[in-house]
């Protein structure tokens, strides 16, 4: 007997309070499996089984509702736990 897992556009996942969509999880794009490398504002990008990384749309992207992480964010609007980073050049504040 086989079960079928329901799955959802990544898009319509929602973070609590707080929290964004962390990466390190499997989905589905065009019926392949693939690794969430990264999950930017609209977009994902994603590792094939062949190792090459593409970028895709959030709403191409299929998920099981309680296999996404959520890492903390920034609620004053930031890039959350990626705002450390900044560009070549720029003086930290």
């Known amino acids: 007997m086989s079960s079928t897992v329901e799955l959802i556009p990544l898009l319509n996942v929602v973070p609590p309070e707080n929290f964004e969509v962390g990466p390190g999880f499997n989905a589905v794009v065009n019926e392949e499996s693939v690794h969430v490398r990264a999950v930017l504002e609209r977009t994902v990008v994603v590792e094939h ?11 191409l992207c299929l998920v099981k509702e309680g296999s996404v992480p959520f890492i903390p964010g920034n609620p004053n609007g930031g890039v959350g736990p990626r705002q450390w980073r900044r560009l070549p050049g720029k003086p930290p504040r």
């Open 49 to 59: 089984s062949s190792g090459e990384r593409t970028v895709v749309r959030k709403d």
